[in-house]
């Protein structure tokens, strides 16, 4: 309901309230209805913000964690490449989409290519745009794509959703808005994390991790923000708020001063799991993480040793190696007798024409059945994993079987007819790739317990403010601070060009 008052003042938000009916039928709702008085004590005040949702407030403890986003310099977009076929699960199919188009008539390039369209005509890239831009230290072509005759622009390895590696051309004529910044300050030190922002986070972890570029929909494919641990290649400039890392340091009176990295590791401890999720669920539901902070040095440094061993799987092995403390280089493995593996009489399939539609789990024998073969030692819990509602096995699958055209999750408009181009059998790297995120799962589902642990523990310990944390100043700036990722040019302004 909504109403609007003589002689109200604009300059002024609405009063918003809120309220829930009862679980049930509808009659039983409708009843709750006609029992609804406009002054009766069930509303809840909502935001006063401009922008703020129609959701209730936070209230109690929760409002007092400080947001995630209060921890960070900067959170941005995710890449957004605005076409489907630029992405693919392995580097051959995207070499031959590439050729595709090139080799094609003029006349049905454009066509091939997938521009966005407004007003019926091309919009922000077509085939014969110069894009004067380069992403990083990626090679880049200053000609239309329509002019472009030569081999395709090496792919690199991309962050498509939770859990699920790709390839993407690195080509800023092909991507419709690739934030520069990110890949300017890539690296092989960086790392993001990935959540939700206009939404709440269901089941699952409420944040994701990962070491490749992340996709604008990287986190349960429905969109988020991202935050990088670094502003800059070099990994100088911290993304996380200096002012916290130096009170955090002298809180904690530790031998080592405390680091970017350990508050990174400390925030994927205690929030990246499923128990987050179920014990904030009810202050979730207005859209927004917050990160209980301790004062407890003892629970902070063991909460940034705890996130390492979690990013270091969600990083599939690339970020937070340390071989003494467990985390040795390469993909990570679980223990050899709990680790999934394709035994000789489950071999999945590669011959022509033979390409896998479906995948199935069968609980009694602990297989995961792909076409005629399957993978042994997968649990019922790594089946079921999820992040907010999408389930990663069977949404990494349907961009692998051989019925592309709808995704599970994700982008559902009509694909180009280069995405059409696709392996026509099952490729051993899926098998491979499908193996890492197995043992990836399983050495997430077993270190669960202990975050759940810890946070209660935090949770019922002396915790940091966001009251606290603003009158230290640790959430100010210091002057000429960088506040983005470094963002270089191959030309001044990035600028774009239409050719005839």
């Known amino acids: 309901m909504a109403s609007r008052s003589p002689g109200s003042e604009v300059s002024i938000p609405a009063v918003v309230r809120f309220r829930s009916l009862p679980l049930g039928r509808r009659n039983d709702k409708f009843a709750a209805l006609g029992l609804v008085d ?88 077509h085939v014969r745009k110069v894009v004067l831009a380069g992403l990083g230290d990626q090679p880049s072509r200053f000609m239309p794509v329509a002019m472009d005759h ?74 988020g923000r991202v935050f990088p641990l670094w502003l800059d290649p070099g990994a100088t400039v911290s993304n996380v708020r200096p002012g916290l890392v130096a009170l955090l340091s002298d809180r904690y009176a530790t031998a080592t001063a405390t680091d970017p990295t350990d508050v990174f590791a400390y925030v994927t401890a205690v929030v990246a799991h499923p128990t987050f999720t179920t014990r904030f669920g009810n202050d979730l539901s207005t859209p927004g993480l917050r990160v209980p902070l301790t004062t407890d040095r003892d629970l902070f440094e063991r909460a940034a040793e705890l996130g390492r061993r979690v990013l270091w799987p969600q990083a599939f092995g690339e970020r937070f190696a340390d071989p003494g403390a467990g985390r040795p280089s390469g993909p990570p493995r679980l223990p050899p007798d709990r680790a999934p593996t394709v035994p000789v009489d489950g071999a999945i ?90 043992n990836v799962l399983g050495l997430l589902i077993d270190i669960e317990a202990d975050q759940a642990d810890l946070l209660d523990r935090i949770c019922d310990g002396t915790l940091l403010s966001t009251i606290d944390l603003t009158e230290a100043g640790a959430l100010d700036l210091p002057g000429g601070y960088q506040t983005k990722p470094s963002h270089s040019t191959a030309m001044p302004g990035g600028t774009q060009l239409d050719l005839d």
């Open 38 to 125: 406009i002054d009766d004590d069930g509303w809840t005040e909502c935001p006063t913000g401009w922008r703020d949702p129609f959701l209730p407030a936070s209230t109690g403890t929760w409002s007092t964690f400080p947001a995630l986003g209060d921890l960070f310099v900067y959170d941005g977009s995710g890449v957004m490449p605005g076409r489907t076929w630029v992405i693919a699960p392995d580097k051959a199919t995207l070499a031959d989409r590439w050729n595709a188009l090139r080799r094609a008539d003029d006349d049905h390039k454009e066509d091939l290519f997938q521009p966005h369209l407004r007003n019926g005509k091309p919009g922000d890239k």
């Open 150 to 223: 030569g081999a395709l622009i090496p792919p690199v390895q991309y962050a498509f959703r939770s859990f699920d590696r790709q390839w993407i051309i690195p080509d800023s004529r092909l991507i419709n808005q690739a934030n520069p910044g990110l890949w300017t300050a890539h690296s092989d030190r960086q790392i993001y994390l990935t959540a939700p922002h206009d939404r709440s986070p269901t089941s699952g972890p409420p944040l994701t991790a990962t070491a490749a570029i992340p996709d604008l929909h990287h986190y349960a494919a429905r969109g």
């Open 349 to 438: 399939s590669s011959a022509v024409g033979q390409l896998p539609d479906a995948m199935a789990y069968d609980a009694n024998a602990n297989r995961l059945r792909i076409g005629g073969g399957f993978i042994a030692n997968v649990t019922p819990a790594m089946w079921a994993y999820e992040v907010s509602g999408m389930r990663v096995l069977p949404q990494w699958f349907s961009y692998r079987r051989a019925n592309r055209e709808r995704p599970l999750m994700g982008d559902k408009r009509p694909p180009s007819r280069l995405t059409e181009i696709q392996p026509d059998r099952w490729l051993p790297e899926y098998t491979t790739e499908l193996l890492h995120v197995l």
